[in-house]
């Protein structure tokens, strides 16, 4: 379960080294050739938590969900009217214009097994931050720097030129809907919610994008 993750206290070299690996694996995803980038946070986040929890904790990061159906439903739809509230503030409340994620442009039916993949590594990018975090302070602004983590690594992704509205954008966007994704884990003692969350949030997303395209 969640609670056998966050709040374990973890040696700082092996923060330091299992950091480097998540890292190295966020790299090959952002910069990385397709084949590698793919796979690359899975593997590292897998990898990650081996060498700093072992491997009987990182057993329980994929526990059976508590309550699956009302958290997934509760926090899916949470997180899409937050998203388009959002998203209409910044558009239309201050006129910014808003850089879209260039895999929702370019839709295709290999995304619906390349997407459940990556993202399954970004949730344990994610959620390796949120239990180093945790090991150090108080879940709550562990909660809080994960989500400021996760948006700030969609800079590139979602960069319009303008360095501080694409902080704003990610921060508000992305890091907010990290919020809910955690603490979807958190209330379910699963990644398996977060991760299920994430994957229906996406596909959903690029389906919106290809019916109005």
Known sequence: ????????RIPLQKILISTCVVCIGLLGLLFGPPTI???????????????????????ALFSKPVRPIKYVGIFFLLNWLLSLLSGALL???????????????RPTLLLLVTVPIMIMGEELFSIYFLSLFSSRITLLLAN??????????????????????????????????????NT?????????TSWIIHVLFDLSSIYFVFLHG
């Open 144 to 181: 809080l720097f994960s989500a400021i983590v996760f948006g700030l690594v969609h800079f590139s992704t979602y960069y319009n030129g303008n360095p501080l509205k694409t902080i704003v954008h990610v921060l508000l966007i992305q890091g907010t809907a990290r919020l809910l994704f």
């Open 37 to 59: 980038g793919i796979f690359s946070l899975t593997v590292t986040g897998l990898l990650a938590f081996h060498y700093s929890l072992g491997k009987a904790k990182t057993h």
């Open 91 to 105: 558009t239309y409340g201050f006129g910014w214009h808003l850089q879209s994620n260039p895999v929702n442009d």
């Open 1 to 8: 379960m969640m609670k056998d993750v966050l709040s374990q």
């Open 184 to 192: 979807a884990a958190i209330k379910s003692n699963s990644i398996w």
